[in-house]
C-alpha cells in the first residue's frame, strides 16, 4: 500500500523557518517528481512547489517565491519544503504528492493526508 507521510508543521510564528518533510512507503520515491500542494480554510488548493525526480528541476509558486525552497534526498526517499519568512496568508493544510513534473494536482497520482501550518503570534 502506497502511503505519502508529511511532517514538520505545526504552530509557527510569523518569521519563522520550518521545514517540511514528506516521507513515503510502498513506493520508490525518488523516481518520482513531488510537489507540495496547500490548501486555506475556505479556499481551493493551491499548488506550492516542485521537484524533479533527480531534483534537478525545481519551481515554486509565485506567492512563495523566494522564501520557500523545495528539496529531496533521494538517499534517504524524503523531500523537503524549507519555508522561510512565514507570513499569516501561508496557513494552510501543506500536502506532498508524487507524479508527474508540473504544478497541475492532477499529474500527482499519490497524495499524503496533510500537515496543517499555522502561523500566527
Known amino acids: 500500500q502506497v502511503q505519502l507521510v508529511e511532517s514538520g508543521g505545526g504552530s509557527v510564528q510569523p518569521g519563522e523557518s520550518p521545514r517540511l518533510s514528506c516521507a513515503a512507503s510502498g513506493l520508490a520515491l525518488r523516481t518520482y517528481a513531488v510537489g507540495w500542494f496547500r490548501q486555506a480554510p475556505g479556499e481551493e488548493r493551491e499548488f506550492v512547489a516542485v521537484i524533479s525526480s533527480s531534483g534537478g528541476i525545481t519551481s515554486v509558486s509565485d506567492a512563495v517565491k523566494g522564501r520557500f525552497a523545495i528539496s529531496r534526498d533521494n538517499a534517504d526517499e524524503s523531500v523537503y519544503l524549507r519555508m522561510n519568512s512565514l507570513k499569516r496568508d501561508d496557513t494552510a493544510v501543506y500536502y506532498c504528492?508524487?507524479?508527474?513534473?508540473?504544478?497541475?494536482?492532477?499529474?500527482?497520482?499519490?497524495w499524503g493526508q496533510g500537515t496543517q501550518v499555522t502561523v500566527s503570534s
Open positions: 504528492a508524487a507524479g508527474t513534473y508540473s504544478i497541475n494536482a492532477r499529474t500527482f497520482d499519490y
